[in-house]
């Protein structure tokens, strides 16, 4: 797969995502992980979060910070809307979502 050249622009789940870590970033906590067996390597959630995912070297996704907080968890959480086969599982129990 070729790499994601263009996400779309931010959704209003994004900002949502943003005003919650605005009202109590304390309190935002989640937990990610990729299912291999479903990525295909679009790479959209490392365009959409750098700090949280990179690819290895069968181009599937890894998690390099598996509980992120503050602007990487509003990252991870668009990522994981624009994974198109939905391989990316956020456990967002925590945050009280």
């Known amino acids: 797969m070729a790499p994601a050249a263009n996400l779309p622009e931010p959704s209003p789940e994004d900002e949502l995502d943003a005003l919650d870590l605005a009202e109590g ?39 390099l910070d598996p509980r992120p907080t503050g602007d990487d968890l509003v990252a991870t959480r668009r990522a994981v809307r624009l ?15």
């Open 25 to 63: 970033p304390e309190k935002a906590s989640a937990t990610v992980t990729v299912v291999r067996e479903k990525c295909q390597g679009y790479t959209n959630c490392v365009v959409a979060a750098p700090n949280v995912f990179d690819m290895d070297d069968d181009n599937i996704a890894t998690v």
């Open 83 to 97: 994974c198109p086969v939905d391989a990316i599982l956020l456990d967002d129990s925590g945050s009280g979502r």
